[in-house]
């Protein structure tokens, strides 16, 4: 009995364990498993504007990476939103987010204006406390966007693919601190 104790106390501190984080009362986990593939967190933080807090996003990638640009070119990247304020409507959502990609593009969303269009309906329904948002995004595939588990849209532009990762993580980010946050610095 005590030659188990020891190799589980051993196997303790000799083998890694997944370990979610937990920020702003959301769990975040370690690791997610999307079409047979494993991808590690990056990093994870909120977002807040005036005192107050609106979302988590978590951001998962095949290695990590404190780079933006790695993360732009990645194979694939995936940002969850959890909402954790009863403040985002799909009014204020689809609005920050056309604000977003105008930032993100520096003003010229003419040439991703019929994505742009199409990815803001994912925020048409009614948004709630609780709801998450998912941006499955690869150079091959574009974006998948999910609500809640359930495919919303799938758009196959690069340019939108990249425009949408830098709203987060571009130049002009939505908000630097969830940049370093995502970025795992």
Do not use: C
């Not at 269009?117 to 974006?143: L, M, N, R, W, Y």
């Amino acid at each position: 009995m005590k030659k188990l104790s020891t190799l589980l106390l051993l196997s303790t501190f000799l083998i890694p364990h997944a370990q979610a984080i937990e920020v702003a009362g959301v769990t975040v986990p370690d690791s997610l498993t999307i079409d047979n593939q494993t991808l590690v967190l990056n990093g994870a933080g909120e977002r807040s504007k005036m005192f107050f807090d609106l979302y988590v996003a978590s951001l998962y990638l095949p290695s990590k990476s404190h780079q933006a640009a790695d993360v732009i070119n990645a194979p694939r990247a995936v940002l969850k939103l959890n909402i954790i304020s009863n403040m985002i409507t799909a009014e204020k959502m689809q609005k920050a987010v056309k604000e977003g990609f105008d930032t993100a593009t520096e003003g010229n969303t003419a040439p991703i204006q019929a994505e742009i269009a199409q990815f803001t309906d994912v925020f048409s329904d009614k948004i709630a406390e609780g709801d998450q948002f998912t941006f499955d995004t690869s150079p091959h595939s574009g974006v998948i966007a999910s609500k809640n588990g359930t495919e919303k849209v799938t758009i196959k532009d690069d340019a939108f693919r990249k425009a949408l990762l830098n709203i987060w993580l571009g130049d002009d980010p939505v908000q630097s601190s969830l940049k370093s946050d995502l970025l795992g610095k």
